[in-house]
């Protein structure tokens, strides 16, 4: 009798796993949700490095694996600056439009209890130095820069 109970256990427990891997791949992400995505899971463990200063010590060093500038930079010397080491050692480099979501994006924020962002401060650049883990939003990520 013991046998048939963990043989319906394992069934039940197979059935609650498949809505999960669907719900993983339910929408198709543009680059934009990709970035953010990658942002994220580089933040946990922690492998970005936000402004200027921990910007450029990270391309300097060539550690950089993703360079993110904000669009909404109004300092010229400051763009000119990310952009010329990026193109120096080789690192890729992707503008976003707007400072503060590149904030919110890299941790740059407060989040209350329902989840959504307060507090957030203006962040106009971001390096990505380690990944973090392997994804899907990772692989759609590199394979826009491959083709670009």
């Excluded at 200063?53 to 400051?78: F, G, I, N, T």
């Excluded at 904030?103 to 924020?109: D, H, I, K, N, S």
Aim: hydrophobic fraction near 40%.
């Amino acid at each position: 009798m013991a046998d048939e109970e963990e043989k319906v256990d394992a069934g039940e427990a197979e059935e609650t796993a498949a809505p999960v891997e669907v719900a993983a791949e339910e929408e198709p992400m543009d680059i934009e949700a990709a970035l953010k995505s990658v942002l994220k899971s580089a933040l946990c463990h922690d492998g970005l490095a936000r402004g200027l200063h921990e910007a450029a010590k990270a391309l300097e060093k060539k550690s950089a694996k993703l360079c993110v500038l904000a669009q909404s930079c109004d300092e010229a010397a400051y763009t000119k600056l990310v952009e010329a080491l990026c193109a120096e050692h080789n690192v890729n480099l992707m503008k976003v439009a707007d400072g503060k979501e590149l904030g919110e994006w890299a941790g740059l924020c407060k989040v209350d209890p329902e989840g959504n962002a307060r507090k957030v401060v203006n962040c106009s650049c971001v390096v990505v130095k380690e990944w973090g883990e392997e994804s899907r939003a990772l692989t759609m990520l590199l394979d826009y820069f491959k083709k670009k």
